[in-house]
């Protein structure tokens, strides 16, 4: 499918559209009108039928307004509080959050066979996505992760108040009919509320509110909604009290169902192209410390500032925004009069103009002939082409109107992705597969897999694109139990190191270690920089006389350093030095732990 955008010409009461080829020139577009915003209301009126209504008043967000001077302004305000460095300060709620999804993954999923053990993914990310954007938010979840369910029916509202603005929106005709509700909501005959989750906002506020006036506030975190009031006192003139529900709701509606529709992106790509998940879960093996689970930790947590910095993750990440962009309706804006010139020919100004990422994004000129391919690694290849591709993304928006948070977004999936592949072993294959290798699966730590690999998912386009019959299963991990006496002041204690081959063994070796720890063999070789083996074969001599008896063939011997391999094994392994196990008070210790049992 080729890159372009949409035209709109301005009929009467019909639709015209023409499609153009041309990524780059809507982007460009884009730009122009941004700086004409304040003169020309650039934004089209399909903004309109997006907008909430609480008590009476329309709510407006920085998605739905169509009033440039008010969306600049109150950007200009909040901006601040969604920069890196300001995200980076949430991070401990977003650990909070994952902390009960691994929690009820466990309770509710692990070890279980047939109905009890299948996970609809998408629901519980959802789930998980709504609860860590209320935690930073209100400093309180929503309960979905707990509950396992659609508290106040949120998500769902969500749903099908995008697809009610999505369909009414696209078609002058509905507008006028549909949009009557909204009229009657803005001269105040009805005074309620039209989204549940404007009752959970209002009554957070109030309790805020009341907390700081009483002296009672929790100085020890500032949430969002602590800033948006502190925003609100500095600039009353642009954050009213109305602005502080709008934001804080905004982070609901716009935020939650977004970061649940890539997460489910990601994962469904992953799971359908083993080898990028292999590759993807060696780099975090790697990479991220500690690699294995110990018999005190419930998951391997995720820090941000580590997980953003890695190559193969980010193309990973990359490669799910772009085949699979959250948004799928069309952003519209008006062409400012008396008009201007698009791909070579004039358009009027009134005229409709949009852009899909759907198209964007498969655009063939930019991200090549298999942009219909789940493939990560055209994002590693060429720097200049990178460059070129990330312009033409459209998953966060362009421009002034860019997602401000963005950021948020990306902790949130930094965090999870790589937290859930390190806690949770991903395997590509069918129940019956599992079920001949179950004996194996035991020496496993946790694992997903997909029901039925062949099966695609469902989509469907409610303005965003959500994903259903998506169902994966989950094998829990076993922490290592076993601790380890050693005799020694400390695990490489002897000054002199020396190294060994490793050849016949590596077969039985492979099988005493997780595949994380196989991986990475190859860094405590003799010379890790250099992985020859020279002639592959280890001669053999005689002892009296020196002469060379035999040269045996040793294809592929690893030549190791015996520091540097004790060092990879001990990884997660509690190590008790200075001891020796026939000297442990059987009262302190339980003997099944000297054995691993």
């Avoid at 009476?56 to 302004?73: C, E, M, Q, V, Y």
């Avoid at 009341?210 to 500032?222: I, L, P």
């Avoid at 905004?250 to 890539?262: F, L, R, V």
Wanted: charged residues 25%.
């Amino acid at each position: 499918m080729p890159g372009g955008l949409f035209i709109t010409f301005p009929t009467q009461k019909s639709l015209s559209r023409t499609f153009m080829n041309d990524t780059q020139t809507f982007k460009r577009l884009l730009a122009l009108m941004v700086a004409d915003a304040l003169l020309f209301g650039v934004k089209s009126d399909v903004y309109f039928a997006n907008m909430g209504v609480v008590k009476g008043k329309l709510a407006p967000t920085l998605f739905s307004s169509t009033d440039p001077k008010w969306h600049k302004n109150v950007r200009k305000a909040v901006n601040p509080f969604f920069t890196v460095s300001a995200v980076t300060a949430y991070e401990a709620y977003v650990e909070k959050t994952i902390r009960t999804f691994v929690r009820e993954m466990d309770q509710r999923f692990a070890d279980r066979d047939g109905p009890d053990g299948s996970v609809d993914l998408h629901s519980w990310l959802e789930y998980y996505a709504f609860d860590s954007i209320s935690e930073l938010t209100y400093s309180k979840p929503l309960g979905f992760t707990e509950n396992g369910r659609d508290m106040l029916g949120i998500i769902g509202w969500v749903a099908s108040f995008l697809k009610y603005g999505f369909i009414v929106s696209s078609l002058d005709d509905l507008v006028d009919t549909f949009s009557i509700d909204y009229n009657i909501y803005r001269v105040g005959i009805y005074n309620g509320v039209t989204f549940p989750g404007a009752a959970f906002a209002l009554k957070r506020i109030e309790e805020r509110k009341s907390q700081k006036f009483m002296g009672k506030g929790d100085e020890t975190r500032e949430d969002l909604l602590d800033k948006f009031l502190r925003a609100g006192k500095e600039r009353p003139d642009i954050i009213s009290d109305q602005e502080v529900l709008g934001l804080s709701l905004s982070m609901i509606i716009a935020g939650a169902e977004t970061s649940a529709i890539s997460l489910t992106a990601i994962f469904y790509y992953l799971l359908r192209t083993p080898g990028c998940y292999s590759k993807l879960e060696a780099e975090l093996f790697d990479q991220l410390k500690p690699s294995s689970l110990t018999a005190d930790m419930e998951y391997l947590p995720t820090r941000f500032s580590e997980s953003i910095e890695l190559p193969y993750l980010n193309a990973c990440i990359r490669e799910a925004f772009r085949m699979h962009p959250a948004l799928g309706m069309l952003t519209e804006r008006i062409v400012p009069s008396p008009g201007r010139v698009i791909c070579g020919e004039f358009i009027p100004g009134g005229t409709l103009v949009g852009s899909n990422p759907w198209v964007e994004q498969r655009d063939k000129t930019v991200f090549g002939e298999d942009s219909d391919v789940y493939r990560p690694e055209r994002w590693l290849e060429n720097e200049e082409k990178r460059h070129g591709m990330e312009r033409a993304m459209f998953n966060f928006g362009a421009g002034n109107h860019v997602c401000m948070g963005q950021n948020i977004a990306r902790m949130n999936i930094f965090k999870l992705v790589p937290t859930l592949i390190r806690t949770y072993e991903v395997i590509l294959a069918t129940p019956q597969e599992l079920a001949s290798h179950s004996g194996r699966w035991s020496l496993m730590k946790r694992q997903i897999s997909m029901e039925d690999p062949e099966k695609e998912w469902t989509i469907v386009n409610g303005a965003n694109m959500k994903q259903t019959d998506f169902n994966v299963r989950l094998r829990k991990r076993e922490a290592v139990q076993a601790t380890i006496f050693e005799r020694e002041g400390y695990l490489n204690q002897r000054p002199r190191d020396w190294n060994f081959g490793v050849f016949w063994a590596q077969e039985a070796l492979n099988q005493c270690l997780p595949s994380n720890l196989q991986s990475r063999l190859a860094d405590a070789r003799v010379d890790p920089v250099d992985a020859r083996n020279y002639d592959n074969t280890l001669p053999i001599f005689n002892a009296e006389s020196g002469d060379l008896l035999i040269r045996q063939p040793t294809p592929g011997v690893l030549r190791l350093r015996r520091s540097a391999f004790r060092q990879l094994i001990a990884e997660g392994l509690d190590i008790q030095v200075s001891i020796l196990a026939s000297t442990v008070d059987d009262q302190s210790h339980r003997w099944e732990e000297l054995i691993g049992l």
